[in-house]
């Protein structure tokens, strides 16, 4: 999983060097890109089944982010991810916050 994360950033920078003007946004959070998405999800997947509640969530919130740049608010793939990202947290427990990876 952190290996395709990788490889994702890779070819985001890659694409980013080609085509400036989607280098990414004014908040500093990076290039769009599709493939981020599919990773980010697959992560979050991996860090709930292993019980990792508050990784699942940090994981779904760049999911969630990641399609709403690629995709905007009203496309199905967005809503999916922020119906998945809700679902994680009402199902973990508050506390310290999570650690940015």
Known sequence: GLRALQLARELSAEEADENPEEAGDDDGHG??????LAVYCTLGDIAWTMRNKRLAVLNYTHAARQSIKCYGEDHPETKKALTLLSFAQSHTAVGKPVEAM
């Open 31 to 36: 290039p769009t890109n599709p493939m981020l």
